[in-house]
């Protein structure tokens, strides 16, 4: 055992439990005896694991629980990102510009993998279809063979008779006079109006102030525009720069979930271990109770022998008084 009051660097068991383990501690010790309030029965590792599975559980219901935060986001982002290319797409209308937005989309596969096992009744239905289908298909195959002759026959017969028609059709159009179209010279227009022709020097007059303020309002609708697209790819950046920071997360907590695991095996073995020792420690643990109860009663006889001995001592000075006073 050490010495509290004992220098610590001087003493040749810890010199030596740090040059060969790198470390020291009592339980190194060979006459070392755990202290009671911290001796381990099967009861306290079962609580110990009790413990680490709940800690376990909380670290993934919380994770999960951000992961459907962001699921909420993302929907939310896709609704605010499609508002703004309606309105982009408005401004592009006028701009006469083409141009092809961007909208996020949401994977059904991959960020909602539990409605695999969601089952319609429409799609019970098409798979009743498809296996009376596939049945009829069957029997179909079967007797196939046998009308195979009758219907190339019956084909080669329809292809004759539709040849004959066009032929008959296309002598009954010739016979006929050739109609004339006036072709419009202007769209969404009387043909009668546009036939005809226009003036000559009429245009449409626009003063420089129409024009200004035709400038004036491309501008308003090119900076908006600019404006939208740069408040749409901040919040895409934004949800991308948090889904980054998920993955780092999620690493961590895989190996922080994986130590955890390694240590739940450790705390299983030693519960085993413990298991086995149970019954030769409640042996020793009773053993232990009826010895200390012994111990008890024998302090208690000294207890009481002291006394006795004491008023034993008392009595023998009187007589000893007693005796020098008659001699």
Do not use: C, W
Request: net charge negative.
């Amino acid at each position: 055992m050490i010495n509290n009051n004992e220098n610590v660097d001087r003493n040749p068991a810890i010199i030596e439990a740090k040059a060969t383990y790198g470390m020291y501690s009592l339980k190194m010790s060979t006459d070392y005896e755990v202290p009671e309030n911290q001796q381990i029965n099967f009861s306290k590792k079962r609580q110990q694991m009790v413990l680490l599975e709940g800690s376990i559980h909380k670290l993934k219901v919380d994770f999960n629980n951000k992961i459907l935060d962001l699921k909420h986001k993302k929907t939310e982002i896709i609704a605010q990102v499609s508002e703004m290319n309606t309105r982009t797409a408005q401004i592009n209308k006028v701009l006469e510009v083409k141009e092809d937005l961007f909208l996020p989309q949401i994977d059904e596969k991959a960020e909602y993998p539990q409605k695999f096992f969601n089952i319609t009744d429409n799609e019970i239905d098409e798979y009743r279809q498809l296996k009376i289908q596939r049945a009829i298909d069957g029997e179909a195959a079967k007797k196939g063979t046998k009308k195979k002759r009758g219907a190339a026959a019956a084909e080669e017969e329809a292809d004759k008779q539709a040849a004959a028609d066009k032929a008959a059709k296309n002598a009954s159009d010739a016979s006929k006079p050739a109609e004339v179209k006036l072709k419009p010279t202007h769209n969404n227009a009387n043909p009668y109006l546009n036939a005809v022709p226009p003036r000559k020097g009429h245009k449409k007059m626009e003063t420089e102030l129409d024009e200004e303020y035709d400038k004036i309002m491309r501008i308003e609708l090119q900076y908006e525009k600019m404006q939208l697209k740069s408040e749409a790819e901040a919040l895409i950046a934004e949800f991308d720069q948090e889904i980054k920071e998920m993955q780092k997360e999620k690493y961590r907590l895989e190996s922080d979930l994986k130590n955890a695991e390694i240590k739940l095996i450790l705390l299983f073995e030693e519960l085993i271990l413990l298991k086995s020792m149970e019954s030769k420690d409640q042996e020793l643990t009773q053993q232990l109770t009826s010895n200390r109860q012994e111990k008890g009663m024998i302090m208690k006889e000294i207890t009481d022998i002291t006394k006795k001995l004491k008023e034993k001592k008392k009595e023998i000075d009187t007589i000893k008084h007693d005796e020098e006073m008659l001699l």
